[in-house]
């Protein structure tokens, strides 16, 4: 079992930055995360990635904005998100796959971003 608890999150200006952060509960070096978002009213999507292996994928509408790391020794994912629009405004979770396929999911953080 692996938990995962995000923060960082708030209410910030269009234009404004916020860094989320994801906590693992143990080692996170073999596993593949990601960071998902949910609107109100919408799916939830994928927002960007990271494999274990380092190679990150992003969300066209975030490319250029939103950087996602992660340290290893932490057992921590982050993302750094600039730029910030009010379509950015959602909840946003954490994602880890394990090496064996295992799906784990934190309990969100609220972003909110006002024009």
């Known amino acids: 079992q692996v938990h995962l608890v995000e923060s960082g999150g708030g209410l910030v200006q269009a234009g404004g930055s916020l860094r989320l952060s994801c906590a693992a509960s143990?080692?996170?070096?073999?596993?593949?995360m990601g960071w998902y978002r949910q609107a109100p009213g919408k799916q939830r999507e994928l927002v960007a990635s990271?494999?274990?292996?380092?190679?990150?994928k992003y969300q066209d509408s975030v490319k250029g904005r939103f950087t996602i790391t992660r340290d290893n020794a932490k057992n921590t994912v982050y993302l750094q998100m600039n730029s910030l629009e009010p379509e950015d405004t959602a909840v946003y979770h954490c994602?880890?796959?394990?090496?064996?396929?295992?799906?784990?999911w934190g309990q969100g953080t609220q972003v909110t971003v006002s024009s």
């Open positions: 143990g080692s996170i070096f073999s596993f593949n």
């Open positions: 994602n880890a796959v394990t090496h064996y396929g295992a799906n784990y």
């Open positions: 990271s494999t274990s292996a380092g190679w990150t």
